[in-house]
T-cell receptor, first 114, second 112 residues
Framework: GAGVSQSPRYKVAKRGQDVALRCDPISGHVSLFWYQQALGQGPEFLTYFQNEAQLDKSGLPSDRFFAERPEGSVSTLKIQRTQQEDSAVYLC????????????FGPGTRLTVT | SQQGEEDPQALSIQEGENATMNCSYKTSINNLQWYRQNSGRGLVHLILIRSNEREKHSGRLRVTLDTSKKSSSLLITASRAADTASYFCAIDRGSTLGRLYFGRGTQLTVWP
């Protein structure tokens, strides 16, 4: 595919369940970002990968959030013991490099925790 | 705040009119980017303007940057109903590996 894809598009989880969100970046893009977007707000940075290395995870809100990109392509964002405040749209973006390049966003995964 | 702040929060105009959205920020920047988001969709990149640039054009879009005032504006000329979306400015500080700081956005509605 030509763009960034994410799956699932929608996820409903009961409080306390674990979820895994997948991101397929554009082939050849070195940089991969995860953002969280609450309703009516702009995206908030979660974490950044350069190839398989997680260089910045300062935006992860708690130790229940974990991200990986083991082979430098597909990335997974995992949330353990989901809470209602985790309900949001999770956006993945990729770019050729880090700074000074436009980011290409996927459609997002809308997570609803009940 | 390290993020951009858009103004106004909401803008409603008729087709054919021009739409101007503003973004202010407080930190030094490497570049500033504008994105569009249609309801329920991902963000689409519009324009990237670097800190040493003052104006850029792309089709009906014109972006200006005034680093002395720490502000940017996005002008959409001859707007169309299809331009209805949320518009975000995002700050790239350069020192943060490409991490973008987004504002809350401007919701633009263009009436046919």
């Amino acid at each position: 595919g030509a763009g960034v894809s994410q799956s699932p598009r929608y996820k409903v989880a009961k409080r306390g369940q674990d979820v895994a969100l997948r991101c397929d970046p554009i082939s050849g893009h070195v940089s991969l970002f995860w953002y969280q977007q609450a309703l009516g707000q702009g995206p908030e940075f979660l974490t950044y990968f350069q190839n398989e290395a997680q260089l910045d995870k300062s935006g992860l809100p708690s130790d229940r959030f974990f991200a990986e990109r083991p082979e430098g392509s597909v990335s997974t964002l995992k949330i353990q013991r989901t809470q209602q405040e985790d309900s949001a749209v999770y956006l993945c973006a990729s770019s050729l490099a880090g700074t000074d390049y436009e980011q290409y966003f996927g459609p997002g995964t809308r997570l609803t925790v009940t | 705040s390290q993020q951009g702040e858009e103004d106004p929060q909401a803008l409603s105009i008729q087709e054919g009119e021009n739409a101007t959205m503003n973004c202010s920020y407080k930190t030094s920047i490497n570049n500033l980017q504008w994105y569009r988001q249609n309801s329920g969709r991902g963000l689409v990149h519009l324009i990237l303007i670097r800190s040493n640039e003052r104006e850029k054009h792309s089709g009906r879009l014109r972006v200006t940057l005034d680093t002395s005032k720490k502000s940017s504006s996005l002008l959409i000329t001859a707007s169309r109903a299809a331009d209805t979306a949320s518009y975000f400015c995002a700050i790239d500080r350069g020192s943060t590996l490409g991490r973008l700081y987004f504002g809350r956005g401007t919701q633009l509605t263009v009436w046919p």
